[in-house]
């Protein structure tokens, strides 16, 4: 089936569009945004810096209409970006204006978890937004720098597929039921003889102190440290509270990173449930959320026997943790 | 509560800030103590002083400690400037606590450590009308 390029949504509309060098990029976004800017759409760009300031030149005094986030920035760890495009949806809910976003979570320099997880990211967009108000998100996918599978898995991702000038539902598409099924995608083993830790309500503590003595050691900073023990802690929490009162703990360096991985018996299967923004209402959980908005990545999976969560620290400090109190914050990146 | 089946191994046996906890004991008469938490009371400004760690252990016991300290008139106030460690768990409780409140009450929040006050307004707790995180006088580790 072939739809016209840009056409107004009746629902969600999840578009991904591939590109092959900077000028196919430009040619596959700015008519985008210019249709957005004629329809006085609202339009959020969530892209790196670079293609921000290119974008920019190209659109001129147009870019004033248009939102600008960095990817960079939003989407460091891919958990947080559903929730960003929660909060631009929320934000123009009111004013009954049409919406439309460009988001490109995945790039070459992505780490093999992080291209992971933001696979996992793009299916779940489907979720978090199918059946909502319409609006079109379109997703840049570079073709000369990612691999062969990555274009296959983002046809299965996206509804529709915008390649070259022609649109066209993707035939590989998996629909928004199967977006959100069970995430089990394997994990891979830490170094051979990690050490594996046993630890209930009564032993949290003790659980503490020990990641912070690993962290430490490993020459992690003070505040890194207490950023990371304190999602431990919580994602420890509910194996005690949800995960038949006990969970397991291992934790390794690998790379620059720090890795801790719990598992217990705890089986959830809300698919969204690590990245839905919690509301004032005390009784909201809220662990699995505050992990994301301290941790560069957080790898949740569902498994028959139980939940696995496995948090990552990185020793550098990337574009670090976005206090949001503010939903508008993005309007805050948005040109002059 | 014993630790699961077959860990590889045990935690080794920690100090809990014991010299602290003794000192906040030794101020008067605990609201609440257990073996990594003391909670007492505090006169000027009225209210009460948590030393130690809170978390899903003893967050209930926090939760009970607030809900009967409580003077009736007044802002009720925490010093938090010796608390080491509070989860969600107790942010929780506090918050329960000062949503409790009526007739335009607030409770006040001193020596918030900074990652603590990074907590609240991570998970969406610091816009409560009735809570309010003081800077007054704030002591840091």
């Known amino acids: 089936m072939t739809a016209s390029a840009h056409s107004l949504p009746r629902k969600f509309r999840h578009q991904a569009v591939f590109y092959s060098g900077l000028a196919e990029f430009i040619n596959g976004t700015v008519p985008f945004i210019r249709q957005g800017i004629a329809a006085a759409e609202a339009v959020l760009v969530v892209e790196s810096a670079h293609k921000i300031d290119m974008l920019r030149t190209v659109l001129g005094q147009a870019a004033g209409s248009v939102m600008f986030a960095d990817m960079a920035e939003v989407g460091a760890n891919p958990a947080r970006i559903i929730p960003a495009w929660q909060d631009f949806v929320r934000e123009h809910e009111q004013s009954g204006r049409g919406l439309r976003g460009i988001g490109e979570p995945i790039w070459k320099g992505r780490t093999p978890d992080e291209l992971v997880e933001c696979q996992r990211h793009e299916s779940l967009l489907n979720v978090a937004f199918g059946h909502g108000r319409p609006w079109t998100l379109l997703c840049p996918y570079d073709v000369d720098n990612l691999p062969a599978e990555v274009i296959v898995e983002a046809r299965r991702s996206h509804e529709f597929v915008l390649d070259g000038m022609s649109c066209s539902q993707s035939e590989l598409y998996r629909g928004i039921e199967a977006s959100a099924s069970r995430f089990d995608a394997p994990l891979p083993e830490p170094p051979p003889g990690v050490r594996q830790v046993a630890f209930d309500a009564e032993s949290l503590l003790a659980l503490r102190r020990h990641v912070v003595r690993f962290a430490t050691g490993c020459g992690f900073s003070a505040e890194r440290t207490i950023r990371f023990v304190t999602a431990v802690n919580e994602v420890a929490s509910n194996s005690v509270l949800h995960g038949a009162g006990r969970g397991r703990l291992r934790m390794w360096r690998g790379g620059l990173s720090l890795l801790c991985e719990i598992t217990d018996a705890g089986v959830f299967e809300k698919s969204l449930a690590d990245r839905t923004r919690p509301s004032a209402a005390a009784r909201d959980p809220r662990g699995l959320w505050l992990a994301n908005q301290l941790c560069d990545l957080v790898q949740v999976r569902m498994l028959p026997t139980g939940t696995v969560v496995r948090l990552h620290l990185y020793q550098d400090a990337r574009p670090q943790l976005h206090v949001v109190e503010d939903p508008r914050h993005l309007e805050g990146a948005s040109a002059a | ?141």
């Open chain 2, 1 to 141: 509560m014993g630790v699961a089946d077959q860990p590889d191994s045990q935690w080794p046996a920690e100090g809990f800030d014991i010299e602290d906890l003794a000192g906040a004991r030794a101020a008067g008469r605990p609201v609440y103590a257990d073996r990594h938490l003391v909670i007492t009371r505090t006169q000027h400004p009225r209210g009460l002083r948590f030393a130690g760690e809170i978390d899903v252990a003893n967050s209930e016991a926090v939760g009970a400690s607030l809900a009967f300290a409580f003077p009736e008139f007044g802002d009720p106030h925490l010093d938090l400037s010796r608390l080491s460690f509070c989860d969600i768990s107790g942010i929780r409780a506090i918050v329960e606590a000062a949503g409790a409140l009526v007739h335009a009450r607030r409770l006040l929040l001193h020596g918030l450590p900074a990652q603590l006050e990074t907590v609240i307004k991570v998970t969406g707790w610091s816009e409560m009308p009735s809570l309010e995180l003081c800077h007054c006088g704030e002591q840091q580790p």
